[in-house]
């Protein structure tokens, strides 16, 4: 069991360039998640897929798109990355049902994007 | 709006002490509250999860207290090691959407336990 993966793992872009994060998760789950995490803030939704075929704006979607390409995969698209989405993004995913392991997320090792 | 603060950034401590680290929420009753951890370079971990109808979760040297009426929790620590060293973010489950499952993270309290 791979858990959630991500890849790239390093990017670099210029100011303009746009490019897609992939991520993808082994464990049968129904829902996935892609944070930002900078410094000072925290980590920040900025879409999630509840389940296969739905997806939904979290607290900071503004120059990202997201596609649940199946029940396994779930990326991120920057179309015009600008410096400010230099970050750190997270991939997340969470099982279906309600319990003390069920209500939890499993994360990715992330992904650090540099926007210059 | 929900809000959810991890009153230090950052917390020393002396191996074999205590550490105890705490979550504040405003605005909010959560039906339960998380811990993870999450190690330079890497995605956080889950450790914990408490409902609000429990008051104290352990596991192994680990303790997490949930006062829904003060607000808070408290996640402890016990007989500390420098492997202990981390970052622990506290989470609450938000809905975006009429979703449920999402969650909000505190900043995170930076924990470094010295030999």
């Known amino acids: 069991n791979a858990g959630v993966t991500q890849t790239p793992k390093f990017q670099v872009l210029k100011t303009g360039q746009s490019m897609t994060l992939q991520c993808a998760q082994d464990?049968?789950?129904?829902?996935m998640y892609w944070y930002r995490q900078d410094p000072g803030m925290g980590l920040r939704l900025i879409y999630y897929s509840a389940s296969e075929g739905t997806t939904d704006k979290g607290e900071v979607p503004n120059g990202y798109n997201v596609s649940r390409l199946n029940k396994r995969e779930f990326s991120l698209r920057l179309e015009s990355a600008a410096p400010s989405q230099t970050s750190v993004y997270f991939c997340?995913?969470?099982?279906w049902g309600s319990g003390d392991y069920t209500d939890t997320q499993y994360f990715g090792p992330g992904t650090r994007l540099t926007v210059l | 709006s929900q809000k959810i603060e991890q009153n230090s950034e950052a917390l020393n401590i002396q191996e074999g002490k205590t550490a105890t680290l705490t979550c504040n929420y405003t605005?909010?009753?959560?039906?339960?509250l998380q811990w993870y951890r999450q190690d330079p370079g890497r995605g956080p971990v889950f450790l914990l999860l408490i409902r609000e109808n429990e008051k104290e979760k352990r596991k192994e040297r680990l303790k997490v207290t949930f006062d829904t009426t003060l607000k808070q929790s408290l996640f402890h620590i016990t007989a500390s090691q420098p492997a202990d060293s981390a970052t622990y973010l506290c989470a609450l489950p938000v809905y975006y959407g009429g979703s449920q499952g999402n969650l909000i993270f505190g900043k995170g309290t930076k924990l470094s336990v010295k030999p």
């Open positions: 997340a995913s969470r099982p």
């Open positions: 464990m049968n789950h129904n829902s």
């Open positions: 605005n909010y009753s959560p039906a339960y």
